[in-house]
């Protein structure tokens, strides 16, 4: 099958060799040429860990024009801070056949993907889905090559309500649906984006340590029992939010068990005993997507639809304010909000439905 991958970071890299790997046809997509012009030289992925070996990709370019034309399985793979602008420079491109899925959507990625369409004049019968997180844990080492150090397992994916999720997962690679696993509704998705959960607390209660020279084990050094403890109370207040929604998601700790089929009793000793995270480095700066895509994306919709549930939210909203404080910044103000998806979280319990973004978006225009 011929699939595009949108990005050439840390999972775009991932996914484009597992794809060639199983014999689909790769064609790659990334903005910024100086990222990728060893990769447009050799044309292939070179992987180390879980999979290991050379694998050939068909086109490797900054037009988007040309991979939307190759291939009509689209997986994106970019940090969520990016699919408002990668909807707009698709939205003249994409079609009735063309099937987008946001390699995680984080939180209402899908929805935001679709709203940015139809504000751009795309109406067609575009299949928006996400998922809950990435298939891999992986770090980029060069431009040319990965290391894939683990796979999870049951990655949740969903649509929007009235969607056939059975015939348009029909329509994309099968190696992909061994991993994926169908979600009842988009909250499940969304809500169980376990990325906020992980990474906002853990960077800003470390900021001294991120900031120096001193490289160390983001999971297994910088998250003490002590964070463990108060992320757990965030992870409750998102367990909470799904509860309301009627589609309750896992906590943290069980969804690493599940996902890196581990033995733990707490969140701490999931963490210390995840194989996967010996060898995963803390940032060494503020400014990374632990931050600047999981608050705005992650943390301000769970908060905005929390409290717009009746829920305090105090142990979120806590975080977002040491993250502007600390930052200078209002992340609430970059965010994904109730107001700037345009529909009702409480709709949630019934679904998001495509006609209802259509329609408002065309009473706004």
């Known amino acids: 099958m011929r699939v595009a991958i949108i990005g050439a970071g840390n999972s775009g890299l991932a996914m484009a060799a597992h794809m060639s790997f199983t014999e689909n046809k790769v064609y790659l997509w990334n903005r910024s040429e100086d990222n990728i012009s060893d990769l447009m030289r050799t044309m292939k992925v070179e992987t180390t860990g879980v999979l ?13 024009e040309e991979v939307l034309s190759c291939a009509k399985v689209v997986l994106v793979t970019t940090p969520a801070t990016s699919h408002q602008g990668l909807a707009r420079i698709m939205a003249p ?4 056949e063309h099937i987008v899925i946001l390699n995680p959507g984080r939180t209402f990625g899908a929805v935001d993907f679709k709203d940015e369409l139809f504000k751009s004049g795309n109406f067609n019968n ?6 809950q997180t990435i298939i891999y844990t992986c770090r980029k080492l060069s431009q040319t090559s990965v290391n894939i150090i683990a796979l999870k397992r049951d990655i949740l994916i969903s649509s929007f309500s009235g969607v056939d999720l059975d015939e348009v997962l029909r329509r994309i690679p099968d190696e992909l649906n061994k991993f994926y696993k169908k979600a009842e509704s988009m909250v499940e998705t969304s809500i169980g984006n376990v990325g906020m959960i992980l990474h906002c607390a853990p960077m800003l209660l470390n900021t001294g340590w991120v900031e120096s020279e001193q490289q160390f084990k983001y999971y297994r050094e910088g998250i ?13 207040e998102r367990q909470e939010v799904a509860k309301l929604l009627n589609h309750p998601v896992i906590s943290a700790k069980e969804w690493m068990r599940h996902s890196y089929n581990i033995d733990c009793e707490t969140l701490y000793d999931c963490i210390q005993n995840n194989p996967s995270y010996e060898e995963i480095f803390a940032p060494q700066s503020l400014a990374y997507r632990y931050i600047y895509e999981d608050i705005p994306y ?22 977002i304010n040491l993250a502007n404080a600390l930052l200078s910044k209002d ?3 970059m965010g994904r909000t109730a107001g700037k998806l345009h529909f009702d979280y409480k709709q949630l319990m019934k679904g998001v439905t495509i006609d209802e973004l259509e329609a408002e978006n065309i009473k706004r225009s």
């Open 298 to 319: 992650g943390l301000v919709p769970l908060e905005s639809m929390g409290k717009d549930l009746g829920l305090p939210m105090t142990h979120t909203e806590m975080v």
């Open 331 to 333: 992340f609430r103000e």
């Open 126 to 131: 575009v299949q928006i889905l996400e998922t």
């Open 93 to 96: 491109y994409l079609t009735d």
């Open 224 to 236: 003490s029992r002590t964070i463990a403890s108060f992320i757990e109370k965030v992870d409750k």
């Open 52 to 64: 290991v070996g050379e694998f050939q990709l068909e086109l490797v370019t900054t037009e988007i």
